[in-house]
């Protein structure tokens, strides 16, 4: 019987000694194991995982280990679980926890800082200088702490947001790939009401920026991208024009639909040098770049540019400022439909399968959704 030391537990809903979880092997080697179910601590929840959504970084930490550390070194044959965009129930309550209840439905940020550096202390835990140091309490689950793909996980509470019941399991995972869309926004200024924003790759972050950055207001919102059918769905989220970049010169467009100017405010999601030089060439005189993907080369560009015209470029990690509580807010109001961009779901034994589909984009994946309701759970989720 799971019974730790100072856990609350309730017959309600019971956890087992030992849970299913997927680990990662090598490179590429995912195996279904048993591990014994995790212990909260103080000011942490066990949630029982209902859904979790697959993200490129799962892809890329699962090939090559990075961004995911663990021990201070690549995460493979460590026992370590990956996925980080998960909802679920809380099943368990750590010492003194009375911020939640068992049976509560809540997803999940994925960055708890350690509270105690000077990132944290300004809000910015996804940039936590004890990163990567669980001894210190900072957890990144599905990168620096067991993830997502198992039966149940550890959480801060402060990594917790609840979720209404008119939202479903594969929505409410999506809400953290919209708060670190929201985080992106919230680093270039806040107050998008009037600015004028271009996303630039029509990737599921790119795809909720739109969403996101229309539902504050902002004007035009333009999405570029090489792909008709992701772009479509682009307008379908708020996006007032789209360019395919394979048909059209997406600077000349930026700047015609701008006055001659340039936007205020441009958010890079595709990481290649090309798309890098275009977010310069089309952000305005004092406008303001966020970089939300991770090239995978080191990107020549035209800094002379940047610094002529007083260009910001911030690097953005990740959901921070409590971000995702933003995000669901304009989810949870229906402010845009998230469930746009998930197009499959998957049993969570079918990992391997769902994570295919996500890689080869089969069937023009975008969002895939693995879940993980076991018979006789469901009652306790409507709670
Ligand atoms: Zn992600
Ligand atoms: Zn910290």
Known sequence: MYDPQGVTTSSALHVPQQMRAWVLGGPDELLLRDKPTPVPKRAEVLVRVDAVAICATDLEIIHRGSPAS?????????NFTPGHEYMGTVAALGFNVDEFKIGERVTVEIHAGCNQCKRCRQGMYTSCLNYGKPEKGHRANGFSTD????????????TLIRVPDTMSDPEATLVVTAGTSMYGLTELGGL???ESVVVIGPGPIGLLAVAVAKALGAGPVVLTGTRDKRLAIGKELGADRVINVTRENPVDVVKQLTGGIGADYVIECAGSEQTIDQAIHM?????????????????MTDIAHVVRNNIYVYGIRGEGKSATHRAMELMAEKRFDATRIHTHTFPLADLPIALRYARERIEDAIKVVVTNRQAGAISSAAE
């Open 192 to 194: 998008v009401a009037g």
């Open 70 to 78: 663990i021990q201070g070194g690549l995460p493979f044959n460590k």
């Open 283 to 299: 952000t305005n005189r004092g406008g303001k770049i966020c970089l939300a993907a991770f090239p995978h080369e080191r990107v």
């Open 147 to 158: 993830g997502g793909f198992a039966e149940y996980a550890v959480n801060h509470i402060n």
